[in-house]
Structure formats: structure tokens, C-alpha cells
């Protein structure tokens, strides 16, 4: 009930788009179909799954203050957490390489489908982000962490999804002229921020 | 800049200095950067801090990657340049945490998400990557003060209409007190303090950059 909880919260409450701005740079650029938003959208909820979990233990286990107890007393009082940035994004950018490779291997299918987008999420904000706020909320367990990236993932997945149906649309729409193009997609996410602002009501 | 180093500022450099700000702004036109940008402009300082923070890490970063640019295997040119940004990143965490702890605790993680901050890395690809040290520094330069422009405008409005208050100055008299134009009736909009408003500001700007300069619009753009 707890995991259910820390989901929805994930993903329409704190949704990564709307109030945190996470990952705008290809949320904006890739919206133009519905198809190749729905794939970027999964590769980002399977890197997000992926990539919390393992920041989580490395954050457990190596980088926090005291972290590294488990290896004998003499190392309980080393604080690592200034090098969380880079381990954080080395590990995210060896996995995005990773998942590539096992992907192509296993599933060519998905790999066509994912394929062009899997080395664009190294770069995007959404996937350091989700393992930034981890490091921030201090997760319990290892399975919270996980809820946790499955969650977020999701919601930039809903939020990518409903922008691109928005824009096919808009092709029929007769805009002012300068407002075509980025200046439209930034007020239609705009109106849907505050559409999401109503989820902050929810008492969960 | 003193006199000597005038001819540096040749006409092509000058371009790389004065594009990023209007005709080739990072974030209005090339639409890079936007994730930072907007999540910091509830008030100036933050905004303030944060541009500078993001030029020093643009310029740092543009100038080590120029001086690099015949080493780096263009296989893993990524990754080095991830762990550059980062390194540069973790410096500016750590000074802002020195210095100005308030700032750093409300802009939280958005330190670290410079690293992912797309402007960086599309010019360290775009331009750094293919040019020589002194362009590139310009180039950060321009880049970074455009990203910035962006940054205060939009916090500006913010700030003034969702506060009333101007890096803290009370600028329409103090609401609780009901002094200046408060007295008369006025009231903040609560509405610019929560994230969509930046999106839509930032929308307004757009409109009002491309009606000025019409050879920006596209359109056949949907």
C-alpha cells in the first residue's frame, strides 16, 4: 500500500515534467508523433527502473556519510557524497550503453523501436534527476527506490504522450504565426502544469 | 575589455558573442537547457546564482574540451565530456555550499543537474568539440549570458507579480501590512509562483522575440 502510495505520488503529484521541468530538452523536441514519443517514453521509464536501484545501493553502500562501515571500522567515518555527481552519472551513462547492447542483442525488436532514443536519455534530465531526488528522500528500502524510478518514469511517460497527441492535432489549429513551433509547445505544457497542479489536492 | 585585446574581438568573434542573446538564444530558439531554466525562477538571487554558475561551467568546460579536442577518441567523446562537466559541476557545488548555503539548499538538485543541462553539452558537441580555445571560450560566453537573459527576465516577473518583491525588496509595499499598493486592493498572484507560469512566460518571450525578428519564425511548424 505504501509502494502504491510512493507510485502515484511519483508520478502525478511530483510528475517530473510538470513540476520539476525534468528532461524538457527532448520532452520537446521528440513530441511532434505519438509514435516516437510513446518509444522514447518507455526507453525512459526502463532506464529510470534500471538506474535508481543501482544509484541507490552505490549511495548506500559507498558514497553516503559512514557508507562504507561495512568494510571495517577504520573506514566508518569517510564521507564521499561530494562525488555523487559524477559516480551517479558514470553509472547512468555505462548502463544506458549497457542496456543498448543487451537490448540489441536479446530484442531487436524493441531495439528498433527504442534504438535511436536509448543514448539520448544519457543526457537527459529526467534520469538524473530521478536518482538525485532518491538520494534526497532517503528511501527505506531498495524496493522504494525502484516504485520510485517506475513511478517517475511513468509520469514523464504520460506527460510526453499527451503532449505529442496535442501537437498532431495542432496541425489544423490556425496559431499566430510567431507562436508556431516551440512557442506553442511551451504554453500547451504550460496549461497542462496547471491541469497537474490539480493532483496536488489528493491527500496521499 | 582593455584596448589591447582588441583584436581579438574580430566580427566573427563578436557574432559568437551577440548570437546566443537574441538570434540564436539556447533556450528560446535553439530550445536546449530548458529543465534548469525554469525550475530556478521563483526569485532572482537563485536565478542570478544559477547563471553564473551555469557560464562558469559553460566557459570551463568549452575551454577544456577545445584544448582537448585532438585527444579525445570520438567513441567515448560522451563520457569524457560527462566527467569534465561533473568534475566542473562538483566544484560549483562545493564552493555554493561554502559560500552562499541558503542559495545552494533552495536550488537543491538542480546544482547537480547541470551536468545534464543540454546547452553544456550541445556546445561543448557543437562547437568546442571543432574550434579553437579563444572562439570557444567566446562562444561559452555568449551561450551562458543568453541562458542567463532568459533565466533573470522570467524570474523578474516572477518574482515582482507572484511577491511583490525584487531580490527581496518589497516593491509594492509589504502585504501583510497592507502598505502601498497593497492598501489600494492590489494582491499577488499566487499563480507565478507555481511552475507552470514560467512555461508560459517563457511562451510570451517567444512570442514577442519572433514577432520583432519575423525571419525566426518557421512556419510550418505545428
Same mark, same amino acid.
Given at each position: ?22 528532461? *524538457?530538452? !527532448?520532452?520537446?523536441?521528440? !513530441? ?27 549511495? *548506500? ?10 568494510? +571495517? ?7 564521499? !557524497?561530494?562525488? %555523487? ?6 553509472? &547512468? ?7 543498448? *547492447? ?12 527504442? +534504438? &535511436? ?13 530521478? %536518482?538525485?531526488? *532518491? ?6 528500502? &531498495? ?5 520510485? +524510478?517506475? /513511478? !517517475? /518514469? ?38 497542462? /502544469?496547471?491541469?497537474?497542479? /490539480? ?6 | ?50 547563471? =553564473? ?10 575551454? $577544456? ?45 538542480? =546544482? ?17 568539440? #571543432? ?16 541562458? #542567463? ?54 511562451? $510570451? ?18
Amino acid at each position: 500500500m505504501e509502494l502504491l502510495k510512493l507510485f502515484i505520488r511519483a508520478a502525478f503529484v511530483d510528475n517530473m515534467v510538470f513540476t520539476f521541468f525534468f528532461g *524538457m530538452c !527532448s520532452y520537446l523536441a521528440v !513530441s511532434k508523433t505519438v509514435k516516437t514519443a510513446f518509444g522514447l517514453g518507455l526507453a525512459v521509464i526502463f532506464v529510470l527502473v534500471v538506474t535508481v536501484p543501482v544509484n541507490y545501493l552505490l549511495e *548506500m553502500y559507498v558514497l553516503k556519510d559512514g557508507a562504507l562501515a561495512w568494510m +571495517g571500522p577504520e573506514y566508518a567515518d569517510i564521507d564521499l !557524497s561530494f562525488l %555523487s555527481f559524477i559516480m551517479f552519472i558514470a553509472v &547512468i551513462a555505462s548502463i544506458v550503453q549497457l542496456v543498448e *547492447m543487451v537490448v540489441e542483442k536479446f530484442s531487436p525488436s524493441l531495439y528498433g523501436a527504442l +534504438g &535511436i532514443f536509448l543514448p539520448l536519455i544519457a543526457v537527459n534530465c529526467a534520469i538524473l534527476g530521478g %536518482s538525485l531526488f *532518491m538520494q534526497q528522500k532517503n528511501f527505506p528500502t &531498495i524496493g522504494h527506490a525502484t516504485v520510485y +524510478g517506475l /513511478g !517517475s /518514469g511513468f509520469g514523464w511517460f504520460i506527460a510526453i504522450v499527451l503532449l505529442a497527441a496535442i501537437r498532431e492535432r495542432l496541425k489544423y489549429a490556425n496559431i499566430p504565426a510567431p507562436l508556431r513551433g516551440v512557442g506553442m509547445a511551451f504554453l500547451i505544457t504550460g496549461l497542462m /502544469g496547471l491541469a497537474f497542479l /490539480g493532483f496536488l489536492g489528493f491527500n496521499i | 575589455m582593455s584596448e589591447k585585446k582588441e583584436a581579438l574581438f574580430s566580427k566573427k568573434n563578436k557574432k559568437l558573442l551577440s548570437d546566443p542573446l537574441n538570434l540564436n538564444n539556447p533556450v528560446t530558439i535553439q530550445v536546449l537547457g530548458i529543465c534548469s531554466a525554469l525550475a530556478v525562477t521563483v526569485q532572482m538571487d537563485n536565478a542570478i546564482v544559477m547563471s =553564473v554558475a551555469v557560464l562558469f561551467v559553460m566557459v570551463m568546460g568549452n575551454l $577544456i574540451v577545445s584544448l582537448l579536442r585532438n585527444l579525445i577518441p570520438s567513441k567515448i567523446k560522451i563520457i569524457v565530456q560527462l566527467v569534465i562537466v561533473a568534475a566542473l559541476v562538483i566544484i560549483v557545488d562545493q564552493v555554493l555550499k561554502a559560500y552562499v548555503y541558503d542559495v545552494s539548499k533552495s536550488l537543491s538538485v538542480f =546544482v547537480g543537474l547541470i551536468i545534464t543541462n543540454c546547452i553544456i553539452m550541445g556546445r561543448l558537441e557543437a562547437y568546442a568539440l #571543432g574550434n579553437k580555445p579563444w572562439g570557444s571560450i567566446l562562444d561559452g560566453v555568449g551561450n551562458g549570458l543568453g541562458y #542567463g537573459l532568459i533565466l533573470v527576465v522570467v524570474a523578474f516577473f516572477k518574482e515582482l507579480f507572484g511577491s511583490g518583491k525584487l531580490l527581496g525588496f518589497e516593491i509594492f509595499g509589504n502585504s501583510i501590512e497592507q502598505t502601498g499598493l497593497y492598501s489600494i486592493g492590489y494582491e499577488d498572484n499566487g499563480l507565478m509562483l507555481l511552475p507552470p507560469s514560467s512555461l508560459i512566460l517563457v511562451a $510570451i518571450y517567444i512570442w514577442i522575440q519572433k514577432k520583432r525578428t519575423p525571419s525566426l519564425i518557421d512556419e510550418n511548424a505545428n
